[in-house]
């Protein structure tokens, strides 16, 4: 079956600092890759997104590049704000009709000023 | 426009009561999802509707929930009788398609605290 597995958190940075969030997948065929964003109080958000291999999925200066070889679709943004605290869930999706978006556990970001 | 409207934002109800959560999708959209938050157990699809009618329900944990769909901008999530284990946020979340776009729209969530 599909899964998705993030980083170990929670992850806690300084204003302006690099950020990386690992995400692995398993999934057959060629799924399609999320990640959604929960701020405090709020229901989840799609931050950004990529569809087939190669992909880079761009928003609010993050990215994530969609790896099929290592199946990877890590979350980076290179200067971080305190508006950026959050919840970050990675998903997937396969193709078809009724397919259900798989979520990993969810990883909690707070930045510091 | 209008986002995924749910309602009560909170609830606080004693073991035993009945408990219906509401949900307004996103005029146009023919999915529907209803998801359970915890810590614990993180972010749980409980069932998904395509076009008012259930297509998953293997999510719902037991025979006390129970989700309608009467019709294409409304549904309910009923918990009947709740339990202190049923405390959480439940999200209701509605989609443009079939579930395969993996593009949903969530709602804030009606946080349920079962004394």
């Known amino acids: 079956g599909n899964s998705v597995t993030q980083m170990e958190g929670p992850v806690t940075l300084s204003e302006e600092a690099f950020l990386t969030i690992n995400c692995t997948y398993t999934?057959?065929?060629?799924?399609?890759l999320f990640w959604y964003v929960q701020y405090p109080g709020e229901g989840l958000q799609l931050l950004l997104k990529?569809?087939?291999?190669?992909d880079k999925g761009s928003n609010k200066g993050f990215e994530a590049t969609y790896r099929k070889e290592t199946t990877s679709f890590h979350l980076e943004k290179g200067s971080v704000q305190v508006s950026d605290s959050a919840v970050y869930f990675c998903?997937?999706?396969?193709?078809?009709?009724?397919?259900?978006?798989?979520f990993g556990k969810g990883i909690t970001l707070s930045v510091r000023p | 426009d209008a986002g995924v409207i749910q309602s009560p934002r909170h609830e606080v109800t004693e073991m035993g009561q009945e408990v219906t959560l509401r949900c307004k999708p996103i005029s146009g959209h023919n999915s529907l999802f209803w998801y359970r938050q915890t810590m614990m157990r993180g972010l749980e699809l409980l069932i998904y509707?395509?076009?008012?009618?259930?297509?998953?329900d293997s999510g719902m944990p037991e025979d006390r929930f129970s989700a309608k769909m009467p019709n294409a901008s409304f549904s309910t999530l009923k918990i009947q009788p709740s339990e202190p284990r049923d405390s959480a946020v439940y999200f209701c979340?509605?989609?443009?398609?079939?579930?395969?776009?993996?593009?949903?729209?969530f709602g804030e969530g009606s946080r349920l605290t079962v004394l």
């Open positions: 979340a509605s989609s443009t398609r079939a579930a395969g776009t993996g593009e949903l729209f």
């Open positions: 998903a997937l999706i396969n193709t078809g009709a009724n397919s259900k978006l798989t």
């Open positions: 990529a569809t087939k291999a190669d």
């Open positions: 999934a057959t065929g060629y799924p399609s």
């Open positions: 509707f395509n076009n008012n009618v259930p297509i998953d």
